[in-house]
């Protein structure tokens, strides 16, 4: 019992240092009156969750009081954040509600509460609509950023503290983090934070390359600070005797963003020349910023010769989330490309702090992207009959998309994503203008709607009185706004036509004595495999169901009875997963005679036997098995989590799994030979297909073989990399697959 004692007063003692160390993060930020306010969250809070413990055994106020430090520390938020951060979670957790914290706090911080209290069930893992709470969350955005800020922090902080939790939960919330919170916090400015996310998720989906990157920067560390030292010493030098006040150090990039450039130029961690950046951060007037930063870039490439085509400018023309720094890339001292990055003090604030920092200089910046990017997730919330799923696609190619600048007739600038088309632009002006659009001068030259602007084009819209939109542009434009305008137009144009429609089939049906009711029309639809009433009236406008049509279906229904087709539902589904879990496991092990349960091997990444796997339930087509780190993986995780089901292999050796392999080399006389034989011959393994490519003495190939599990395929893989002349062999994924 004593034992006990001495804990709680232990926790104790930690507990009020974790909150001075809070207290001394927003330091800063305090006005009169805000300590007051603070401790009197820090007390509700305290008091909320006394008997609670996170998965770990800890209190669970470390958890509010981590979220509130991220939120002063990371993000540079103010004490209304911090008071809400504190108690983001009384609300939901506990008998307080959003009256007694509107009663002590005011209006300001029971409306964020509520905001956090409404999106803490986003991911819910039962619910079947988590595309649709991902867009109520963020309305809140449109209501107030900071919602969705200490959201972020929560997030983070949840990410940091995860190794206590079961393996599922892991995979999952690392897939809704990669999938959702890491690109949000990209396109708030949040550079450290999305990184440390994607490291975070990474850490728990590709736990072995995670490991093996991590490793490989240790064993460099000593080389690589070295290098950098030596790269640093004469820039300062030279910073120094021009006057400019510089902070000059070297960042190493994060693990994933190592991994992407593995996986984007297909190369081994050795060759991977950017393990790092050198940042410069000048000190200077705001009347001097560009100034300086184009004479620190001057010395910079005095010294070291820079490619061309790396320069990147965005002082003269910030990201639309605010974001300003020259990048450029030089040749070091030792024959190595290094990535430079030139910015101020308060444009590195801006880097690190994202859209709190924004507000902070908002008085010196005239016109900000981010505030366009803000109105424009408000655009498209207002779209109210916007597919959930849809809207969720449209919104992450938003979040990722990279900036283009281009120009009016008069000369304003407009901010697009990249590979936008003239279309885009268009509907950027104005949706009428988009609507009426027949084509388009870039830079006086006449192009077709679907053209792809560039950075800095100069477009005039031509437009007719004549023009609607059409169902092919929807295969051209890459901007929501534009999406969901064409989209509702010709849903409006549908429309009309099925009106026409359903008094035709109302008198065709007449005609043939069925009678016209809810329950036939339903039928008939099922029938013509519609997906709804209105196709159905607009395929009879159009005169794609005509009497013949109509008489089949009245033959099927006097032979059987059609039942109109099931949608999965979440009961559907809870009773699958009853039905697929044993005894003793609540998990779905492949391989075993499965009696009932119909599952398939998912086409898009091939699993094979010692794959990290889970199941997922389709509508049609039973349970595919997918891997882990499957490219559809996380959108499924993030937006199906109520349809996942956990998995693994049985021992299981005479089966064969077709997987792909990829093997490049030099091309020589009988090289194929030689890697068939390995296979064939030497390992028994059949092959499916073999595609080969020469080009100027480079042989490519692609190889479709059967084995029986991952230790099989690391043998054969290991064998053919010691044929002569083979450079690389990697096991590829075949096609992505959509979510059935």
């Not at 169902?471 to 429309?495: C, H, N, P």
């Not at 209105?534 to 032979?559: C, H, P, T, W």
Request: hydrophobic content about 40%.
């Amino acid at each position: 019992m004593k034992e006990l004692v001495i804990d709680i007063e232990v926790e104790k003692t930690e507990i009020l240092k974790r909150y001075r160390a809070l207290l001394r993060a927003c330091k800063s930020t305090l006005q009169k009156g805000d300590k007051r306010m603070i401790r009197k969250a820090f007390d509700i809070a305290l008091e909320s969750h006394k008997d609670m413990r996170r998965k770990s055994g800890e209190p669970y106020i470390y958890h509010p009081i981590a979220v509130a430090q991220i939120a002063a520390e990371e993000i540079g938020l103010g004490t209304t954040s911090i008071v809400c951060a504190l108690l983001h979670d009384v609300v939901e957790d506990t008998d307080i509600t959003l009256d007694d914290i509107e009663r002590e706090f005011g209006k300001k911080v029971a409306k964020i509460i509520d905001g956090l209290t409404k999106i803490s069930g986003v991911f819910d893992t039962n619910s079947s609509l988590q595309a649709e709470n991902f867009r109520k969350m963020l309305l809140t955005l449109a209501d107030d950023v900071r919602v969705i800020l200490i959201k972020l922090a929560d997030r983070l902080h949840n990410m940091r503290t995860m190794e206590f939790m079961p393996r599922d939960k892991q995979l999952k919330l690392s897939s809704e983090t990669v999938y959702l919170y890491a690109p949000l916090a990209h396109r708030l400015g949040l550079y450290a934070i999305k990184s440390e996310l994607e490291d975070l998720s990474m850490k728990y989906m590709e736990r072995e390359t995670y490991q093996f990157i991590k490793n490989k920067l240790n064993e460099k560390k000593t080389e690589r600070e070295k290098f950098i030292s030596d790269f640093i010493q004469p820039v300062k030098k030279i910073l120094e005797s021009q006057g400019l006040s510089a902070d000059v150090f070297g960042r190493p990039k994060s693990i994933h963003s190592i991994w992407n450039k593995m996986k984007k130029k297909a190369v081994p961690f050795e060759e991977v020349y950017d393990l790092f950046a050198i940042r410069i951060i000048l000190d200077s007037t705001p009347e001097n910023e560009k100034a300086d930063c184009w004479k620190a870039y001057s010395i910079v490439t005095d010294l070291y010769r820079p490619n061309p085509d790396r320069l990147r400018d965005w002082i003269s023309s910030p990201k639309a989330n605010g974001y300003e720094s020259l990048h450029t890339t030089v040749m070091g001292p030792r024959g190595q490309w290094v990535e430079v990055q030139i910015r101020t003090k308060r444009m590195n604030e801006i880097a690190e702090k994202g859209f709190a920092a924004h507000w902070k200089y908002k008085e010196s910046s005239t016109d900000s992207g981010l505030d366009q990017w803000v109105q424009k997730v408000r655009d498209m919330l207002k779209n109210p009959d916007a597919n959930a799923l849809e809207f969720m696609d449209d919104f992450k190619m938003n979040l990722f998309s990279d900036e283009i600048f281009i120009f009016t007739p008069k000369g304003a600038l407009i901010q697009l994503p990249s590979n936008a088309t003239a279309l885009d632009f268009a509907f950027e002006i104005h949706t009428d203008v988009g609507a009426s659009c027949i084509g388009a001068k870039v830079n006086h030259k006449l192009v077709p709607l679907s053209y792809k602007l560039q950075n800095g084009d100069q477009v005039e819209v031509i437009t007719s009185s004549k023009q609607t939109p059409k169902e092919d542009w929807l295969g051209f434009v890459v901007t929501a706004k534009a999406k969901a305008k064409i989209k509702s137009a010709l849903k409006e144009e549908k429309r009309k036509i099925a009106e026409d429609g359903k008094e035709i089939l109302e008198r065709k049906m007449k005609s043939l004595k069925i009678t016209y009711n809810s329950e036939n029309i339903h039928k008939l639809s099922y029938f013509f495999k519609l997906s709804s009433t209105q196709d159905l009236f607009f395929n009879v406008a159009k005169g794609l169901i005509d009497m013949q049509n109509l008489r089949e279906y009245q033959q099927s229904e006097k032979q059987v009875e059609n039942k109109p087709q099931d949608k999965i539902d979440a009961d559907q589904v809870q009773s699958l997963v009853r039905n697929i879990k044993t005894k003793d496991s609540d998990m779905l092990l492949i391989g075993e005679d499965m009696q009932k349960i119909d599952y398939k091997l998912a086409a898009c990444c091939n699993p094979i036997p010692g794959d990290d796997v889970f199941g997922f339930i389709t509508v049609g087509d039973g349970i595919k098995i997918h891997r882990t780190n499957c490219p559809n993986a996380a959108k499924l995780m993030a937006n199906y989590g109520y349809r996942i089901v956990k998995a693994r292999w049985t021992n299981q050796q005479e089966l064969a799994f077709l997987t792909g392999l990829r093997i490049t080399g030099i091309d020589d006389v009988g090289l194929i030979n030689k890697l068939t034989t390995v296979i064939s011959h030497d390992f028994k393994v059949n092959m499916r297909s073999i595609t080969v490519d020469s080009d100027n003495g480079i042989f490519e190939g692609s190889i479709m073989v059967y084995v029986n599990d991952t230790q099989h395929l690391d043998d054969l893989i290991k064998r053919l990399k010691t044929v002569n002349g083979v450079t690389s062999v990697t096991r590829f994924d075949t096609a992505i697959e959509k979510a059935s």
